[in-house]
């Protein structure tokens, strides 16, 4: 149930509202836009009598939600999500952010090397996995909270935000002082203890969809986080499994409008794990901003194809900041910037 207040609904009405709902038995989740709160209720919401509260003070309308998922629906924030950081940075306004990183941090020379260089391209995020999941045991697994200092001291220094992968409920904590933004990556989507987890943490979360994953189950993942009350949660396209044997994963450009009319959630683009070749990166880069995608997120690595993980679908830094010139132009096109 969503209960939309009036725009000159008072605190005083608004507390009464609340309080009426939790009478009920059922969660109450806030949302205040620039002109309207909304409540929306969390529980056993179908006995409800809808009239009972359209006829409370400050109340503007009173609607059921048909779809499974509460707080991720468009709904819940008409407005759309904004997830706004530290330094002024924003995923889901009229710029469209650039993620860029190696799949892994190898060392202190590779990260340092390349947070310079996408910087100087214009990227706002380094992306770089601390924690690998690998499907085999025997890769590289990755560097841990050493490699993650190393990539938040490379982002500082370059004036970067971080964004890193985590794994299990126990990195969370050692995590949080190195990164600016989790990822959730598509084997974790559907891993509900870490989702439930991450609520609490009160840090955005960039949250992949699942190799399998339909985008219905894409939402309803991202409302465990937002059920633990944080609403800072960014949904990414990296491509599906299918019967395609071409490309590594096939890369559903349309979730984007999709996710776009179902939510108010910001979505970005992974081309890089949404392809698996590094000469399809950027052209599916360049269709995901124009569909309308928030963000790209993409592998960039000074030695590419000696990368530890992920070599085949990296780019070198020539080939970034040529994508991301041509990604200002498209961005622009549909009335965006970068």
């Keep these: 149930m969503i209960v939309a207040m009036q725009e000159k609904a008072t605190e005083e009405q608004i507390d009464y509202v609340i309080e009426a709902m939790v009478e009920e038995g059922v969660e109450v989740h806030r949302t205040t836009g620039e002109t309207q709160t909304i409540l929306a209720a969390v529980g056993p919401t179908a006995a409800l009598d809808l009239t009972k509260f359209e006829n409370l003070p400050g109340v503007l309308k009173v609607h059921r939600i048909s779809s499974p998922y509460k707080l991720a629906g468009k709904g819940f924030r008409p407005e759309g999500t904004v997830v706004e950081f530290a330094n002024g940075v924003k995923i889901g306004g009229e710029k469209v952010a650039v993620m860029a990183g190696p799949c892994s941090i190898e060392n202190e020379e590779q990260i340092f090397e390349i947070a310079k260089s996408v910087k100087a391209a214009g990227a706002g995020f380094l992306r770089g996995g601390a924690f690998k999941p690998r499907s085999s045991p025997y890769a590289f697994q990755g560097l841990g909270i050493p490699g993650l200092k190393l990539m938040f001291e490379a982002a500082r220094a370059n004036g970067l935000l971080v964004i890193s992968e985590v794994m299990e409920i126990s990195q969370i904590e050692p995590m949080l002082p190195y990164v600016d933004c989790f990822q959730v990556g598509a084997r974790n989507m559907q891993n509900f203890n870490l989702l439930r987890e991450l609520g609490p943490a009160k840090k955005p979360v960039l949250l992949k969809r699942g190799m399998a994953a339909t985008i219905e189950e894409l939402l309803l993942s991202s409302e465990y986080i937002m ?4 609403y800072d949660v960014i949904l990414c396209e990296r ?3 299918t019967y395609e044997t071409a490309t590594r994963n096939t890369m559903d450009i349309s979730a984007i409008p999709v996710v776009k009319k179902l939510s108010h959630l910001p979505i970005v683009g992974d081309p890089s794990h949404g392809t698996g070749h590094r000469d399809m990166v950027a052209p599916m880069a360049r ?4 569909a309308g995608a928030d963000g790209i997120i993409v592998e960039v690595h000074p030695n590419a194809d000696k990368a530890a993980s992920d070599a085949a679908q990296t780019l070198y830094p020539e ?9 200002r132009v498209i961005a622009k096109a549909v009335g965006r910037s970068i």
């Design 287 to 290: 269709a995901a901003v124009a």
């Design 319 to 327: 080939q970034f900041e040529k994508l991301v010139a041509e990604l």
């Design 239 to 241: 491509g599906i499994r």
């Design 227 to 230: 059920s633990g009350g944080n």
